[in-house]
């Protein structure tokens, strides 16, 4: 079973994901399509304070709106939340933290009476000194965000800083960096910058929520991960964790920022409040940008150290993460950003930094391969600038710097397994797709330049060392499967190539394998949580680990039934049959329930298979040095582009994209491809166009999707090549690995590379917008703007205008 | 997210909606095409007591070719423009610009009319209309017809009284001899103009361009004339040097205002750029070289 | 409250609506049409894409009064019982999809380009389909889905001839 690279019926195909057909009708429910009986519908009453003490609310009014059932407000819910850092009120409690902090909800029979009495809440404030930015908050006397810091419940791996502003710090330390930088050939010191983003998943968090009348509360919210939401509201509302049972509909996007616990609490507690009827909450887009939480925003300063054959010695770098109000999941993405500094390279020396620190800003999370994104945007174009520097190539230095899996440890000291990936192979693959050497045609205009440029990543899920999952094969009385997973759905299409797995290892069609749409936590198997692209690889493990199971009760039925020792029966094409003598051979619908003999004598009954998988090598991170080992797998990859940039007005554009991956072995191509081609565009659309823009009042100017930007099919580059290596790794089901955050972290740096390595011009800042581009251009090369200038004295300038008309039918009231 | 309450009316003729809105006054909002007053409606950016809905008035929706004038009526919607056969002959410019509006779905609801009225600054149809050197017609109590140039007053503010309805715009259809174009600057498909440049040029038979308008949009409080640069190619054969001038002219007479798609500075340079390449385009469009 | 009547999906449907309600809230809320979704409530998403008289709109910027009368057009009404539309088929086929929030007003807006113009190039394709969202990026597969089912609605044009 698993690694052999024999001939599959499934395995490797590209197969589309099978709840494809319900999502094209429209019939698919998602959390917001949900409606129960006498459903009560909730309202949000957001602080329009940065920070500011609480001193009154005053629901007269709002409570007057015909419809109006109950409102709530901080006192009724005394108590914090958080997955890692206990440090978020459902309701603002004692003080306001941010512009969008919620400080009381609404319950109406209808939304829109809950709306109209939200706008009537009125709430008395005091102002408070606020701070925006993480190096003020870092500064002796800066307001103290959270003042009873001491008092949060604190997950092991983390370590806040009660009386400042630090809700989290890691250090990575390996031999000496400052030493090495004193003696490297060449030292770059640089500081590179990233904005708050938005996961702008189409469907806004959603919660229904029915506090019943024996204890037991049921919730069907549009989340990521069943089982983390269900434990950590258990935990907050003190009540067994069986009493809470989450529903997981279909779930419109996440990108981690569905992961851990959201309102699921709040709007239990409103139901309760509500004389228990079920109540509703739907965040509006605004609420999304604003009142939830987004991507952080960090700064790092950074000094790399490179010897004359372009050997990196050492890194020291100094992460500062902007948490905002609260800084819930954002002191993993420090902790992560901090044991992943180095990417895929072997630097000796290391010094790394990263504080998690609060701000009077909207609040922050984990999103789409957190910690990655963020450290590989300084590394990697500090690889293209040394390369530059010491006239080397960017594909040279990084072959004198890349892991070498078998012998080299990585900055954590984790000896890097000799299947875990091919590094050099991704390069090569990446070199040969985009041919960053080759000739580029050349731009007719010439105030457009062409330029090729890439980056390497590597990534692990980031997640507890003891995080695990479970997986329940139950068989149908016809030999179908129920397959029992709790990872959740979201678009990533993990349940259909655990399917596949299944199918191919019991030689079933795919169609007799399924795992409901929908479940329960009441009704399925246990995974931590959907995060990390751990899914693949913790709950395929299991569910191998339920197919050897169900397999060795089949071969023990059937060996009774054929009376033969156990080592002859195979199972195989749905059925168990006896080596050499394929005469002898049982359906599996024969077994599933019972095996019946002619004189109706019947052994074994219904066949179910279970099966858990659970990290034994992972361990907390040292304290002092961040050594040990955090992560369950390490995906190796890159990402190349070929760009147009107009020097004239800054626009940047992907021709190309080529993506790599060495996932040890594709299960679903086309769910490969998928993640490779969504990661190209999510990625190029945060890299060229996302910002959450903030006035001086902490005012985020842009909630909305008409000026936060989010790429659309116009936008989507002409060609994205993409190549899945397989390597496979031992521990890994069917030899994989997982890939769904991965293809996005290295969009980013790759196109700064692109920019740099054509013009010389470093972005220090994403994202990289015309007008950023524009003057990075006017700042650092204005030659080349001349250059072009001049050119276009004589040359038209009109390319653009060459824009598609949509030809359908013509007009109807026209006349002539 | 719901508008506040309000009373809805749907009149079937114009004198019926004009009767409307004097009766309600200020408290009145005619709706149109509704792409920018719903939404506004519910951001409460606006409230209004009255909802009058043009929508029903058929015979506010029209184009047509008259006698070298082209006549569109103010409810005519920006798809019904776009795919015209009409105007895709009689005045290009107009489909080049309907095209670059927002997205199809808002295409086939916004109107001209509303689009002109709601006069956003950096609104697409408030330049085009201004080169083309339209005359907008508008009905209250009396007939009146504006002028394109004296129609925008500043930010969301024109020439119009709460009682009057624009009923139609209308322009002499460029001569054959002449060359257009609509340069649209976006930070990303399907947004307002960071800058917007509509073009209209008319060539002589001696190789001069006779006459000329530039009209910049999102370059100021309200859509303008770039009358320097105008002056500056009307009368001249065009060479490079003379576009450059000109679109440098027309980049000095803006005044955007920073905002979220841009610095000013950003902005007044990307007048002169998107102006070089409007004036160029439109020449190429009308056979001249440069 | 006012009497409305839409025919939605060839079905005649009523509602009493209050003139401040807006129609994907009447769709989704009082008729259960729960295909059309919200997103963004403020047009510029297009999630909630509908065909009112066969032109694709935005139903959060209409009043649900306005619409009284109209035919509304969803992707309900594309395909009967199990046996998919040729344009939903080739989603399914090409994988033209990821969460599926965004998939039905994706669906429904090529449908009602390809029904006008079923020889649409690349561009145009890209350039319709733009007043979308699609946050998982899926644009790559919709894209060949789409021309791949374009040649049903050619030879369905063609037969009509």
């Known amino acids: ?816 | 997210m719901y508008p506040r309450k309000f009373d809805y009316y749907a009149p079937k003729t114009l004198s019926q909606a004009l009767q409307l809105i004097s009766e309600k006054g200020e408290d009145a909002k005619i709706l149109a095409g509704g792409q920018s007053l719903i939404p506004m409606m519910k951001l409460r950016l606006a409230s209004p007591a009255f909802v009058v809905d043009l929508n029903g008035i058929k015979e506010l929706s029209y184009i047509k070719s008259e006698g070298g004038t082209m006549k569109l009526g103010s409810m005519t919607r920006h798809a019904d423009i776009e795919h015209s056969s009409v105007v895709a002959s009689k005045a290009p410019i107009m489909v080049e610009a309907a095209s670059q509006i927002a997205d199809q779905q808002v295409r086939n609801l916004g109107t001209i009319g509303g689009s002109l009225c709601h006069a956003d600054p950096s609104a697409d149809w408030p330049a085009v209309v201004l080169a083309l050197d339209a005359e907008l017609e508008a009905k209250g109590t009396v007939e009146r017809v504006i002028r394109s140039k004296d129609f925008f007053k500043g930010p969301f503010e024109t020439a119009l009284s709460q009682a009057e309805i624009l009923t139609e715009v209308r322009f002499r259809i460029p001569p054959a001899k002449s060359g257009y174009s609509y340069t649209k600057f976006e930070r990303k498909a399907g947004d307002f103009a960071t800058v917007g440049v509509a073009t209209q040029l008319e060539m002589g038979e001696d190789g001069t361009v006779s006459k000329a308008r530039i009209a910049l949009t999102a370059a100021g409080p309200a859509p303008f004339r770039a009358e320097e640069a105008e002056k500056l190619i009307t009368g001249q054969r065009p060479t490079a040097e003379l576009v450059e001038k000109a679109a440098k002219a027309a980049s000095d007479a803006s005044d955007p205002a920073p905002d979220l798609r841009g610095s000013a500075e950003y902005k007044k340079d990307m007048a002169r750029v998107f102006t070089k390449r409007s004036i160029r385009s439109a020449l190429e469009r009308a056979g001249v070289s440069i | 409250m006012k009497k409305i009547t839409l025919n939605v999906n060839g079905r005649r449907r009523t509602a009493n609506v209050e003139d401040n309600e807006i129609l994907l809230d009447v769709l989704r809320d009082t008729l259960g049409v729960k295909s059309v979704k919200a997103a963004c409530w403020r047009g510029e998403c297009g999630l909630c894409s509908v065909l009112m008289y066969g032109k694709a709109v935005k139903s959060c910027l209409i009043l649900a009064v306005e619409a009284d009368g109209a035919k509304i057009t969803t992707v309900e009404g594309l395909s009967r019982g199990e046996s998919l539309s040729p344009l939903q088929k080739s989603f399914v086929e090409h994988g033209a999809m990821q969460c599926g929030f965004c998939t039905p007003a994706f669906v429904l807006t090529a449908h009602s380009l390809l029904t006008t113009n079923p020889t649409a190039t690349d561009s145009e394709i890209k350039e319709y389909m733009s007043g979308l969202i699609c946050r998982c990026g899926t644009y790559n597969q919709m894209l060949p889905a789409i021309k791949e089912a374009a040649k049903h609605y050619r030879k369905h044009a063609s037969d009509d001839l």
């Open chain 1, 1 to 816: 079973m698993g690694n052999e690279k024999t001939r599959t019926r499934y395995i490797g195909r590209s197969i589309p994901q099978n709840d494809s057909p319900l999502k094209v009708t429209g019939t698919a429910t998602y959390a917001s399509d949900i409606e129960l009986p006498g459903m009560l519908f909730a309202k949000l009453v957001t602080s329009d304070r940065a920070h500011a003490k609480i001193l009154s609310i005053d629901t007269k009014e709002a409570k007057s709106v015909p419809g109006v059932v109950a409102i709530a407000t901080g006192s009724d819910f005394p108590f914090r939340i958080g997955i890692y850092v206990g440090d978020r009120d459902l309701l603002a409690t004692d003080k306001v933290r941010w512009v969008g902090h919620p400080v009381a909800a609404v319950i109406a029979e209808t939304l829109q009476a809950a709306e109209e009495a939200a706008e009537k809440v009125q709430v008395q404030y005091e102002d408070l000194p606020a701070v925006f930015n993480v190096r003020d908050a870092l500064k002796p006397g800066a307001p103290i965000i959270h003042e009873h810091m001491s008092e949060y419940r604190v997950f092991p791996a983390f370590s806040p800083v009660p009386g400042t502003n630090i809700a989290n710090k890691f250090v990575l330390k390996r031999g000496d960096a400052k030493a090495a930088l004193d003696k490297a050939h060449l030292v770059i010191e640089e500081e590179f910058r990233m904005p708050r983003v938005s996961h702008a998943f189409m469907e806004t968090q959603t919660v229904v929520a029915l506090y019943r009348r024996d204890g037991v509360v049921e919730v069907w919210s549009s989340l990521q991960s069943p089982f983390a939401a269900r434990y950590l509201m258990a935990q907050s509302l003190n009540m067994p964790v069986n009493n809470v049972i989450i529903h997981h509909p279909f779930c419109g996007g996440g990108f981690g920022g569905k992961a851990g616990l959201g309102w699921e609490p709040l709007v239990a507690l409103l139901s309760k409040m509500a004389d228990n009827k079920p109540v509703k909450l739907i965040l509006s887009r605004k609420e999304q940008f604003v009142s939830a939480a987004v991507r952080e925003a960090f700064i790092a300063h950074v000094k790399a150290g490179f010897e004359k054959d372009g050997k990196f010695v050492a890194y020291q770098a100094d992460f500062i993460m902007d948490c905002g109000g609260y800084g819930d999941y954002t002191v993993n993405v420090s902790r992560t950003t901090g044991y992943a500094a180095d990417g895929s390279y072997d630097i000796e020396n290391l010094d790394v930094t990263c504080r998690a620190v609060y701000t009077n800003q909207v609040p922050t999370t984990a999103m789409r391969g957190f910690g990655y994104p963020e450290g590989h945007w300084p590394l990697e174009q500090l690889l293209d600038r040394a390369a530059a520097r010491l006239h080397l190539d960017p594909v040279k230095i990084r072959l004198v710097n890349l892991v070498k899996p078998g012998e080299s440890t990585t900055g954590t000291g984790e000896h890097l397994r000799e299947d875990a990936g091919d590094p050099r192979r991704v390069l090569s693959t990446i070199v040969k797709e985009l041919k960053p050497n080759g000739r580029i045609p050349e731009s007719k205009e010439p105030w457009v330049i062409r330029a090729r440029g890439f980056a390497l990543n590597v990534k692990g899920p980031s997640q507890p060392p003891n995080a695990s999952g479970s997986s329940i094969l139950k068989f149908n009385e016809d030999g179908s499967i129920d397959l029992l997973v709790g990872t959740g759905l979201f678009g990533q299409g993990t349940t259909t190539a655990l399917c596949m797995i299944v199918a191919e290892e019991f030689g079933l069609p795919l169609e007799k394998v399924r795992v409901p749409f929908e479940r329960g936590t009441d009704s399925t198997a246990y995974t931590w949580q959907t995060v990390g692209s751990r899914g693949l690889f913790v709950d395929g493990n299991a569910t191998l680990g339920a197919i050897r199971e169900a397999k060795a009760k089949i071969v023990e039925i059937s060996s009774q039934v054929f009376r033969v020792p156990k080592e002859d029966v195979v199972v195989r094409d749905g059925a168990a049959s006896v080596r050499g003598r394929p005469w002898l051979k049982i359906p599996l619908s024969d077994i599933a329930m019972a095996y019946t003999y002619p004189n109706g004598n019947a052994i074994g009954g219904p066949l179910i298979g279970t099966g858990t998988w659970t990290s034994v090598l992972n361990s907390y991170l040292n304290p002092e040095t961040g050594q040990g080992i955090p992560s369950i797998f390490h995906t190796f990859g890159g990402t190349g582009v070929e760009i147009t940039l107009n020097l004239l007005t800054g626009e940047i554009c992907v021709e190309k994209g080529v993506q790599v991956e060495d996932i040890g072995r594709v299960i679903n191509r086309l769910g490969v491809e998928q993640q490779m081609d969504g990661g190209m565009i999510m990625g190029m659309s945060i890299s060229l166009w996302e910002k959450m823009q903030v006035d001086g009042q902490g005012w985020v100017t842009n909630p909305n999707f008409s000026n936060y930007y989010i790429a659309r099919m116009k936008d989507m580059p002409g060609e994205i090549r993409k190549v899945a290596i397989e390597t496979p790794q031992e521990d890994g089901p069917w030899g994989a690995r997982g890939v769904g955050e991965m293809t996005m972290i290295s969009v980013a740096p790759a196109i700064a590379n692109a920019v740099f390595r054509a013009t010389g011009v470093i972005l220090r800042d994403e994202p990289m917008t015309p007008e950023t581009v524009w003057l990075a251009i006017r700042e650092q090369r204005p030659d080349l703007l001349e250059k072009a200038m001049k050119a276009l004295g004589g040359t038209s300038d009109t390319t653009h205008l060459q824009r598609p008309l949509v030809r359908v039918k013509s007009g109807q009231n026209e006349t002539s």
